[in-house]
């Protein structure tokens, strides 16, 4: 009796799994294309990178503190008004940026006696200093020295020369 | 306060004080005094078997002085030599110059010299001195000096020595020359400016300014250890060192406080303190010879002008009144003339003052005059100038009569400090 039970089950299972191996994958069914087509419209899931960060507005070639110079007129150590939106931004930029410390350092034209030079330069120095200094910037970020006539940064014996040399310049440290 | 600076850019500083001789300088001679003595030099015996001309450097050193007249005799004459004073009197020689140059076992040479009244058939001076080969020229000069202060009556200037500062390109250098522009040797090399030399009185350190730390600062240089030593570094700027008569102390021009004013400090850095004391321009102080007081020049009254104060401290005198722009004091060693820069016109020229009368003479005729010094005898002024395109050394006498030009072989020469006597 039992054999017979076994048999049976033995041989409908049988029938069972052929009956399983006999369907076929329709070759022809329509598969889904999920690559990227150039389309109009953005794509709902598409992510586009940006890249950010903190930049240092000293480092801006078009910024206005780009501007390191004051230049001034003859045997004159007044910070004339055109420059005075310059000498605002540094001092904004140092109140921001207490640990930044400037050299100012004041220039002549050529003409008169090296050290009367020296001391005119050093006053070129001190109006720029001066000036931060009544804008909030404290003393300890700021040194104002003299080059005096001696390192012109032209070299010509001509008023435009000379104009190109009459300057402080704030030099970051 | 001091303040330490990072070093920004390629500093290169080469100390030497070699022994070769440079480059030398160029004399040309463009002036001569009122008055000449007319002098006869004789060859001196043995002089072409050592390696300087002794009679060559005597001289072209009194030709220069402006107030001699140099009669060659055509022979040789030592010291021991048989006088012909009919001979020079008919050639129109006051005075008669002989010598010998004796070569010793040693190496070193027995220098000689004599110096004859041809009209009292007298001998008015003579000596003898021993010097090694690289010792010969200071020989030579030292014999020029007795020359003029024996027939003149001032002490010659002959054996001194100046320092000036060349730019080449991007190197400065602060070099030290005899007075006659021989002998060249560099004590300083720099990438950066050197300005306002100064020799100390006893003639063995320099004080100057340089710019190394991208900032003036005063340092004093000696010249036989190569020594450097920081004299200030203040906050801003530092310069204009000038000594005091003994060599104890210097004064300075500081701006630590914001404004640049005269300062006085000890040779070695210490004690310093402050002169002047207002909210302009103090600059260029200068010791009067004597140590009691300081010129130096003030844009109190509106332009830079020069004025006096004592060494203590206390009121200023103005002692420049002549146009609106007088710079670069500096007192003649018997404290009566003070010479300075005037700019006149735009052009800026040598001037000096006769201090008890006001009386002021100009000694150039041109237009960028810099940076006098006076020889240690008083009668010469060494100032730096243009000559066309280059930058030259300039002397002339203090009446404006003698004048000759030092001019090197190439690059801009400046800052002349004419050194002290020295044995």
């Known amino acids: 009796m039992r054999t017979t039970t076994t048999l049976t089950l033995i041989l409908s299972s049988v029938l069972a799994l052929a009956g399983c191996s006999s369907v076929k994958l329709d070759e022809n069914a329509k598969v889904e294309d999920r690559s990227a087509t150039p389309t109009t419209t953005a794509d709902a899931r598409t992510v586009a990178p940006v890249t950010t960060g903190s930049t240092d507005p000293l480092n801006d070639p078009k910024g206005i503190l780009a ?52 001391a005119l330069g050093q006053k070129r120095a001190e109006a720029v200093r001066k000036s931060l200094s009544v804008l909030g910037v404290t003393d300890g970020q700021m040194e104002a020295v003299s080059f005096g006539e001696e390192k012109p940064k032209a070299n010509g014996s001509d008023e435009a020369s000379w104009a190109e040399n009459r300057r402080s310049d704030i030099v970051y440290q | 306060m001091m303040k330490n600076l990072i070093f920004r850019g390629f500093v290169l500083l080469l100390i030497s004080f070699t022994g070769l001789a440079q480059a030398q300088l160029r004399v040309e001679t463009s002036g001569v005094g009122a008055t000449q003595i007319p002098i006869a030099i004789a060859g001196f015996a043995e002089e072409t078997m050592a390696p300087q001309q002794v009679t060559a450097i005597i001289k072209a050193d009194l030709a220069n002085s402006g107030y001699f007249r140099i009669i060659d005799t055509g022979n040789t004459m030592s010291e021991t030599t048989a006088v012909n004073y009919a001979d020079l009197k008919s050639r129109g020689a006051d005075a008669l110059v002989v010598g010998s140059v004796h070569r010793l076992a040693d190496g070193r040479f027995d220098v000689r010299y004599r110096l004859l009244d041809t009209i009292k058939a007298t001998s008015i001076s003579g000596f003898g001195q021993v010097a090694g080969p690289d010792r010969l020229r200071v020989a030579a000069h030292k014999i020029s000096d007795d020359i003029y202060e024996k027939l003149l009556g001032v002490r010659g200037a002959f054996a001194t020595r100046i320092a000036y500062v060349t730019k080449t390109g991007n190197e400065y250098r602060l070099e030290v020359a005899d007075a006659d522009g021989e002998s060249t040797q560099v004590a300083l090399r720099s990438n950066e400016p050197i300005i306002s030399p100064t020799w100390s009185p006893d003639g063995t350190k320099v004080a100057y300014v340089s710019f190394e730390h991208k900032k003036p600062v005063v340092y004093v240089q000696d010249l036989t250890s190569r020594q450097r030593t920081v004299i200030a570094n203040y906050r801003g700027s530092n310069s204009a060192p000038s000594w005091s008569p003994d060599g104890r102390r210097l004064a ?146 203090v009446d404006g009569r003698v004048k000759y030009r030092l001019t090197p072989p190439a690059g801009d020469i400046r800052e002349p400090t004419w050194g002290p006597f020295m044995k």
């Open chain 1, 67 to 118: 501007k390191r110079s004051v230049y001034f007129d003859f045997d004159s150590f007044i910070v004339k008004d055109e420059f005075k939106p310059v000498v605002e931004a540094h001092a904004k930029y140092l109140s921001s940026n207490k640990g930044r410390k400037i050299v100012i350092q004041g220039n002549t034209d050529e003409r008169g006696s090296r050290e009367y030079n020296l």
């Open chain 2, 252 to 397: 300075l021009a500081l701006s630590r406080n914001g404004y640049t004013q005269v300062y006085i400090v000890n040779a070695d850095g210490s004690n310093l303190r402050q002169l002047t004391n207002t909210t302009g321009i103090e600059t260029e102080p200068q010791f009067s010879a004597d140590g009691q007081y300081i010129y130096f020049t003030s844009d109190r009254s509106g332009g830079p002008q020069i004025y006096r104060t004592s060494v203590n401290g206390g009121d200023a005198q103005r002692i420049t009144f002549g146009g609106s722009y007088n710079v670069s004091p500096r007192v003649s060693p018997d404290g009566k003339t003070l010479a300075f820069i005037s700019r006149r016109e735009g052009r800026f020229q040598l001037y000096v003052l006769d201090l008890a009368s006001g009386q002021e003479l100009r000694l150039s005729d041109t237009a960028q005059d810099e940076s006098p010094s006076f020889s240690p005898n008083g009668k010469y002024i060494m100032y730096a100038t243009q000559a066309g395109r280059w930058d030259a050394l300039a002397v002339v006498s």
